[in-house]
């Protein structure tokens, strides 16, 4: 089934200089670029964005670690977009995550694990809308 899910290149990954390997990487699997930007976030995106972890005692260094530094905000489009991104990324938690998998190979731990991506349709038509105005998504 085709779907479109959100993916946002974390502070650590455009630090790295990452870029160009993470999004190859979702080329290299069959999935394309329906909408891209650059942004700097801010405290009332995040707040929103992460509004189900708000009052966790990493929350306030996560909101200060998505404010670091201009971030990249895309929208993959393709069969199965969402778990297939969520695949090539690898779990959450870098140090738990396989070699050959995105946060595997860059990552950190669970803060700097290079990318965020939306975890089910719901959420991505959600994070989408919350980044992009319709216009914005081709």
């Known amino acids: 089934m085709k779907e479109r ?21 979702f080329f290299a699997a069959g999935l394309d670029i329906a909408a891209c930007k650059m942004a700097r976030l801010d405290e009332s995106v995040l707040e929103v964005h992460y509004a189900h972890i708000a009052g966790k005692p990493y929350y306030p260094p996560l909101v200060e670690f998505m404010k670091r530094r201009p971030v990249v905000i895309a929208v993959l489009e393709g069969e199965n977009a969402i778990k297939k991104v ?16 995105i946060r595997g190979d860059f990552g950190e731990n ?29």
């Open 110 to 138: 669970t803060r700097e694990n290079i990318a965020h991506a939306s975890d089910s349709p719901e959420s991505a038509a959600a994070e989408i809308a919350r980044f992009f105005a319709e216009s914005e998504v081709f």
């Open 86 to 101: 969520r695949e090539l990324l690898g779990p959450t938690n870098s140090q738990e995550a396989p070699k050959g998998t």
């Open 5 to 25: 899910t959100l993916i946002i290149l974390k502070p650590d990954c455009m630090e790295k200089r990452l870029m160009p390997e993470v999004l190859g990487r």
